[in-house]
């Protein structure tokens, strides 16, 4: 393992069954509808991947690039969005699919905006929720793991853009990083 991973959080075979029992969970709740499944890039395309073969409904995908200002400086941003989805979803039902959600900034404006073209429902899925560091009040309706205050990489998940193929997450110490 590289150094700067002070810990494996999530093995491959911790995501692969936690990705397989959320996928019957939805087969449950979206049996005989054909929801639209959003994946936000870039940190969501493993799990998104891996999710949309578990699912027995019909659906059809899209993609949805967006970043939200105020992370760290002061909140109250605005949504950028670098690439918007393609789909007519209006009078559909949506799922959202996150990486991570952590202030719940990016999630509760990408909600409002979907929200603003009138789907039927919007239901949000992410892999990894951090609820104590919440700013905004946004919910996972769908969530795989609960984690505490850590910074975690791997399975799609970023340190500047690196570590997103590591088939594992982990938890990163960016002073180890060179
Ligand atoms: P939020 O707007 O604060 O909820 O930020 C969510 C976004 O921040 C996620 O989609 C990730 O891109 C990024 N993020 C938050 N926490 C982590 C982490 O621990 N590792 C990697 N990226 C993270
Ligand atoms: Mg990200």
Known sequence: MREEITKVLFSEEDLS???????RRLNIDYAGKSPVVICILKGSV???????????????????????Y??????SGELKIKKDIDSEIRG???????????TGNTLSKIRKYLGDKEPASIKICTLIDKPVR??????AD??????DDHFIVGYGLDYDE?????????????????
Not at 162 to 178: A, E, M, S, T, V
């Open 17 to 23: 069954d936690a990705v397989k029992k959320l996928g």
């Open 70 to 75: 105020g992370r760290s400086t002061v909140s």
């Open 134 to 139: 919440r700013e905004k009040s946004v919910q």
């Open 162 to 178: 690196k570590y997103r193929n590591l088939p594992y997450i982990g938890i990163l110490d960016p002073d180890k990083c060179k």
């Open 92 to 102: 559909k039902d949506v799922i959202i699919v996150e990486d991570i959600l952590d």
């Open 46 to 68: 493993i799990f998104f991947s891996d999710l949309i073969r578990q699912l027995d409904f019909d659906c059809t995908i899209d993609f949805m690039v967006a970043s939200s």
């Open 142 to 147: 769908y969530c795989c793991f609960d984690i």
